[in-house]
């Protein structure tokens, strides 16, 4: 039916943007060290309270606070907002963000599964999991609906068969199209 073949298609989607999720963040970042000079690392090394600068076109890939420069930032894969915002120092920012202008620094404030991103992913993954009962009530609904249209229009076309033949199909067509 329909309904199932949207359905499928939906949990389909959502394991694809599963998928897209895990291979949004970079491998490495660059880091600063105890000399202030940037160090690239692998991303698990990275702790809260770190200090990381992120690139023009580079995903940010952790949540914090901008410490120095300022620049437009894609939310969309968080927020939807297909506007970039313009962001500075003490502004937020998440983790699967981009950053499209200028190099950032960023304290770091959450890393891994602490991230607005990865709490994202729990949702998403929970939501695919789980069918709710109310859409197996409606679906139950929608067929008895349906069947019950289909058998209104059948009996107006047997009654106006009866009555006026040149008339049953208009009559039972026009009960299909009031009804949907």
């Known amino acids: 039916s329909i309904s199932r073949y949207l359905e499928a298609h939906t949990r389909r989607r959502a394991r694809h943007n599963q998928q897209h999720f895990a291979r949004l963040l970079p491998d490495a970042v660059y880091k600063y060290n105890d000399r202030g000079e940037t ?9 809260p309270g770190d200090h990381i600068r992120v690139l023009p076109t580079h995903t940010i890939p952790v949540d914090g606070e901008i410490t120095g420069g300022a620049s437009r930032i894609d939310e969309n894969m968080l927020t939807g907002e297909s506007t970039p915002q313009y962001k500075t120092s003490g502004d937020r920012v998440h983790a699967g963000s981009t950053n499209l202008q200028s190099p950032l620094d960023i304290r770091v404030t959450q890393t891994g599964q602490q991230t607005t991103l990865a709490a994202i992913r729990r949702i998403s993954a929970r939501a695919e ?3 709710s009962p109310q859409i197996d009530r409606n679906q139950a609904l929608a067929q008895q609906t349906v069947l019950a249209v289909l058998i209104l229009a059948a009996a107006g076309y047997l009654l106006w068969q009866w009555i006026d033949p040149a008339r049953a199909f208009d009559i039972a067509l026009a009960i299909l199209v009031a009804t949907c």
């Open 39 to 47: 160090q690239l690392v692998p991303l698990p090394t990275i702790q």
């Open 129 to 131: 999991q789980h069918r």
